[in-house]
């Protein structure tokens, strides 16, 4: 996904990002409970997304990912580090990339197409988890299933579904943003037409800087948050409604 140059601006960002985050986390236990919650968060939203895009790229015939050990649900083979403290610490990161090659894809289709479900499969599993999750945390509340236990772990349990459900939505969101390295560039492709396609690829890397200075200079966030806020906030009532809270 990043050449050498682009890791080392990366690695550059998450070092200054990540001690000035450990020094508020030093001097502010509410911040250092949240980040603890999130981490079942972050392991299950990356875990599905890779293992959805090995998924699908496996059932539309290529083998790549199975045979490089991506087709499971085992997060140690999903984890990319730089992308999971990104994510743990800034809210937006991303898991190991799952390799596909195109040459392999059934022949019922094009590979553009094929390569479009590839990339749109991670963000969907994304989004089909908050939805699970928010209908179990919601059914937990409706019938007071954890009545039985202590206040304070009945409440860490809500929490981190919560935070299940939100991080989910982040990702999945995030990841549909058209550009180079997103899901939402390869599902872009798909559409354009061939020479408008072929003018996007071959400048990849001026849309990866774009997506670079947007995310350095926070304008990323302001621009992802209040759609997560929004997704999340209708997910929660759509689903309170269906079971009668």
Same mark, same amino acid.
């Given at each position: ?134 209908? /179990? &945390?919601? #059914? $937990? ?13 009945? +409440? @860490? ?58 995310? /350095? &200079?926070? #304008? $990323? ?13 209708? +997910? @929660? ?9």
């Amino acid at each position: 996904m990043f050449s050498f140059s682009n890791k080392r601006i990366l690695y550059t960002v998450l070092i200054v990002c990540v001690s000035v985050m450990l020094l508020r986390y030093m001097t502010n236990l509410s911040s250092l409970y949240s980040l603890l919650i999130s981490i079942p968060a972050v392991l299950v939203a990356i875990t599905f997304h890779e293992y959805a895009h090995a998924f699908a790229a496996y059932k539309l015939g290529d083998e790549t990912a199975k045979s490089q050990g991506r087709l499971t649900l085992n997060p140690i083979k999903h984890m990319d580090p730089v992308g999971i403290l990104m994510l743990l610490f800034l809210g937006f990161g991303w898991g190991r990339p799952v390799q596909i090659d195109p040459r392999n894809f059934n022949r019922n289709m094009s590979a553009k197409k094929a390569e479009a479900i590839v990339a749109i499969a991670g963000p969907a599993a994304n989004f089909i988890l908050a939805i699970v999750f928010s209908i /179990i &945390t919601a #059914l $937990l509340i409706k019938f007071n299933a954890l009545d039985k236990m202590n206040y304070r772990a009945a +409440l @860490t349990i809500i929490e981190i579904l919560q935070s299940i459900v939100i991080l989910n939505v982040g990702l999945g969101l995030f990841n549909l943003i058209p550009l180079p390295p997103l899901d939402g560039s390869k599902v872009l492709c798909a559409f354009l037409p061939y020479n408008v396609e072929m003018s996007f690829r071959n400048n990849e890397q001026i849309f990866y800087m774009v997506f670079m200075i947007l995310w /350095i &200079t926070g #304008l $990323l966030g302001s621009i992802i948050s209040p759609a997560i806020s929004v997704v999340y906030n209708g +997910l @929660t009532k759509l689903i309170e409604s269906i079971v009668g809270m």
